[in-house]
């Protein structure tokens, strides 16, 4: 009997030891990794191997799988080596909390670590209903020569509920091949991609310091996949910030924020965008914003935006309510500075030099005369330079609802100050004009005289190179502003006209002309 016992218990034992044996080293690795948090794992390409345990620079995995089979806790890192090099994909689950995210980004001295799909996959990251996480020191890119659902990063948060605290810093995303559609199949793929459901809340997204280029179709955007409830006062996406990015070959467009409360879109260059040919991406603008409230766009450089179909530097579009647009340096856009479509309502344009807009779309401002109601806002102290041998229209179809003051209008080409919608145009008071003919302006106070500007026709780049944009000291036009906010007092609904000129200089009174104080 006990012999029985015992070949009975050896029999047991191997039928276990056998079972465990058959389990693949990767599925060992599972087992052994911890469960509490605050664990580094590391991800070499060239030395690692998957059968380590991922916890030390000396024990690095080789490949992605055992990154994409963890679930990941609070002050977890992933870290890649740099010069390392992956043909795949990461889909990270797991979330962190509040002053313990979980990190994704690079150890090691050399390149950033790329993560190629080359077109076989949609997203080459993936974060699907999880929150807490920061993406940085990465190279990301999807190349392929046929169209499809890609994305560089995705952030998808379709299930009901609140995800928070997503910061996508220092990543150089390139060559993603998206859809070059005008619709949401094309406008749902590029760079970095929000994507939230009809009862989703999405907060604190921060994406900062990333080079984003050759992009198909959009650079930056955030959407909904219902946004009947995303109305004017409700809307989910709160507290995106897109800052100091570098943003440019963008098929299509190069920044789409909808249905946001008070976004900010700063100090970001946008250059070369909506540059695929008009037959594949019919409309585009650098940066722009629709469904949103009180969007804010400043010191933002954005130049050689292409096409005439769109083709702006800024566009507060359908159903932007109090869009704000300052401080901002355009240049050499093909179809203008600013779209204001349809629904846009109060926005409030200020202190923004735009030099050489319009030569194919022939506005500065652009106000669809096929949209109803028309778009509506106060724009002062904005310098604006046609160039010679441009032709472009200050304010295109504009009605009564846009309100133009303090602005000064340079115009060394053939451009026109409006086109009027059935005989009814915006309002003008106390603007300057260089170059025009005002016979076809109802315009309170104009000011007629050359404004000696210091140099402007020359265009440099970079947005603290701008002083030839300054009034000379004889200028004629220095001390001839108006109080913007005792004209508009129903309607200026930002505290005060500005603190700062375009170049940071505190304002004293604000009795001057153009974006600078002097």
Known sequence: M???????YLLLFNLFVGAACSKTAKQQIVEELPANGNTNYYVDALN?????????????????????????????????????VWESRLVLKGSGVENAPVVL????????????????????????????????????????????????ILIQALQPGEKKHFHITNNYIHDIMGDYSFEMKGKNTG???????????IDNILIENNEIGNINRVGIFTNLTDAKKA?????????????????????????????????????????????????????????????????LFEYNEVYNTRGSMDGQAFDADLDSYRTIVQYNYSYNNEGGFMLIYGSSSEAIVRYNISVNDGKKGNHIFDFPVWTNPRGSGIFHNNT??????????????????????NNIFHNAGNGKLVVKSGGRTALFNNNAYWGYHITDLTEANP???????????????????????????????????????????????LPDEGLKDFAGKTIVNYNFMGAFAD
């Open 2 to 8: 006990r012999n029985s016992l015992t070949l009975s």
């Open 48 to 84: 690692g191997d998957d059968k380590n345990n991922g916890r030390s620079k000396n024990s690095p995995w080789k490949t992605l799988y055992n990154v994409n089979i963890r679930t990941y806790k609070p002050g977890d890192s992933i870290l890649l080596k740099s010069g390392s």
């Open 105 to 152: 980004s690079s150890y090691g001295e050399g390149a950033k670590p790329h993560i190629m799909g080359n077109g076989k996959v949609n997203q080459v990251i993936l974060l699907d209903n999880v929150d807490y996480w920061k993406i940085n020191n990465l190279e990301i890119s999807n190349k392929t020569n046929v169209i499809g659902n890609r994305t560089g």
């Open 191 to 201: 760079g970095i991609g929000i994507i939230g459901g009809p009862d989703t809340k």
């Open 231 to 295: 109305t004017r006062g409700n809307r989910p996406i709160t507290n995106l910030i897109i800052r100091n990015n570098k943003i440019h070959h963008c098929a299509g467009d190069g920044v789409i924020v909808r249905y946001a409360y008070r976004p900010v879109i700063s100090h970001n260059i946008a250059y070369e965008n909506h540059n695929a040919p008009e037959n594949l991406v019919d409309h585009g603008v650098a940066l722009w914003c629709r469904s949103t409230d009180e969007a």
């Open 384 to 405: 604006i330079i046609l160039a010679e041998g441009s032709s472009p229209v200050i304010a295109d179809e504009a009605l009564e609802s846009a309100r133009f003051y």
């Open 447 to 493: 000011i007629i005289n050359n404004p000696l500007i210091i140099a402007p026709l020359t265009i440099n780049a970079g947005i603290n190179n701008t002083s030839n944009f300054k009034l000379d000291g004889n200028s004629p036009l220095l001390n001839k502003g108006i109080r913007v906010k005792n004209i508009e007092q129903q309607n200026y609904w």
